[in-house]
């Protein structure tokens, strides 16, 4: 572990180490750490042996149910969630992409219901190796190219 | 036998195949005595947030044969969801007045979203490009009805297999009854490959052409759709193929003798009148099997069958 606390170690949290660089604040607005009112480390283009750069997020008291954290899965598959009480690592795993996504992820048919009422949206994943959502309403399926979150 | 009362109906694949047999039985007793006054008692709605005729006056015409009372409107300008309510607002209301919600509109996953709102049972009749199931139920009504079967059949289907959605539900469907298909269309307007990958997990065979000549003597349907000259961004191209999907009396010399032409309708030219006068020809009675599927699905899902 040592080698990879650049930025500095924290007391009790969680760590989510190798996300994509270029997704890290991807990631903090899915988690809405933006709004989180205690220390949020955060470090991009670090050098890694995983990534070619990568970004790690330190929350400080901060733990996560799967539910909350596997969204991040879909712009960060890779990413490894650490987490910390007295310095020590008590549990470390990788993210998993989830079977049901809702609300966060934008339906990318404009004709769908969810994009034209105040409907949250749902997809069905469809596949995970190569992401494909199928929309719950309108039955089209969104891809890692068409994916845009919602506000 | 399932017990269909208080389901919805949105999308084809919401029925097994056991369900779909299942109306299509209680369709035919239907279709020997069209009036009876089952649903005496029940409210029937009838929200078209865009103008569909054809399909309005069927699901009232089978409301109404069966005593129903029908409630609704068939043009969004004149409702409240012109000035501006929400899908949701009006959903509630109307659940309120009905025993049974039938919905039209053109935004994809507003029937799904309404059947999640609403108190009673919705059937879909059109949401969009997305589903319009009580179609695919009479289009295989019309096929058992014509082939004495839904098993084992040569489908043939031309024309805009690209953008038609009965073309898609219709081979979903017919996934379940062992089919084989055979796919004739302008290279431009070929099936998905979604919907030919439906066909392959189903582990049966489909075969292209773009010539309809070429399958006049292995169909036993020939499913018709309309191919439309705004599909096309060059026009040349559009008047080289536009004959390749045309039907007319003198191509169908040489057809199965039990073969029989479905269309959803309405048609322009693709079926020439000559092939009116034909045996062959089916595209009238399947709108009229229509009124039938649907008075069996209301009576199914309020209960009464
Ligand atoms: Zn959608």
Same mark, same amino acid.
């Given at each position: ?151 | ?97 009905? $025993? ?52 084992? &059949? ?5 024309? $805009? ?85 045309? &039907? ?13 032409? &479905? ?43």
């Amino acid at each position: 572990m040592k080698k990879e606390l650049v930025v500095s170690a924290i007391e009790n949290g969680t760590v989510i180490d190798h996300i994509p660089s270029n997704a890290v604040y991807q990631v903090i607005r899915l988690l809405g750490l933006e709004k989180y009112e205690d220390e949020v480390l955060i470090g991009t283009n670090l050098k890694s042996e995983k990534l070619l750069r990568k970004g790690i997020i330190k929350i400080k008291n901060k733990y996560f149910t799967n539910q909350e954290i596997n969204k991040i899965a879909l712009v960060a598959p890779a990413a490894t969630l650490i987490k910390i009480e007295n310095y020590e690592v008590i549990d470390k795993r990788e993210v998993e992409i989830p079977d049901h996504i809702e609300n966060f992820v934008k339906c990318m048919n404009p004709k769908c219901v969810t994009n034209n009422e105040v409907v949250p949206t749902r997809f069905n994943v469809v596949d995970k190796s190569d992401l494909k959502l199928r929309c719950h309403y309108c039955e089209k399926i969104t891809t890692k190219e068409t994916m845009r979150f919602t506000e | 036998m399932s017990n269909l009362k208080g389901r919805n109906l949105i999308s084809i694949t919401d029925f097994n195949k056991e369900e779909y047999l299942q109306i299509l039985d209680i369709a035919e007793g239907f279709e020997k005595n069209p009036k009876q006054p089952i649903l005496n008692d029940k409210v029937v709605a009838t929200l078209f947030f865009e103008p569909s005729t054809r399909t309005r006056l069927s699901f009232e015409s089978a409301a109404n044969q069966l005593g129903a009372r029908v409630i609704g409107f068939s043009n969004p300008a004149a409702t409240s969801a012109s000035k501006g309510e929400s899908l949701h607002d009006t959903i509630t209301m109307v659940s309120s007045y009905s $025993d049974l919600i039938v919905m039209r509109n053109p935004i994809e996953g507003s029937s799904r979203y309404a059947s999640e709102v609403a108190s009673v049972p919705v059937i879909n009749a059109g949401d969009g490009a997305n589903q319009h199931p009580t179609q695919c139920m009479l289009d295989l009504y019309s096929i058992r009805k014509t082939q004495g079967t839904l098993d084992n &059949l040569q489908i043939a289907l031309v024309g $805009d297999l690209k953008y038609g959605r009965t073309v898609h539900s219709l081979v979903q469907a017919m996934c379940n009854f062992n089919a084989t298909f055979h796919l004739v269309s302008p290279t431009e307007l070929k099936l998905p490959s979604s919907v030919k990958m439906s066909i392959k997990e189903a582990g049966l065979k489909y075969y292209q052409y773009t010539d309809i000549k070429d399958i006049i003597g292995v169909a036993d349907i020939i499913y018709m759709t309309r191919v439309q000259r705004e599909r096309f961004p060059d026009l040349m191209e559009y008047e080289r193929v536009k004959d390749s999907c045309i &039907l007319t009396a003198d191509i169908l010399k040489g057809c199965k003798e039990n073969m029989r032409i &479905l269309h959803p309708l309405p048609r322009v030219n693709e079926i020439t009148t000559d092939v009116d006068a034909t045996p062959y020809a089916y595209y009238f009675q399947q709108a009229q099997n229509g009124v039938y599927v649907r008075q069996a699905l209301m009576s199914a899902i309020l209960g009464v069958r």
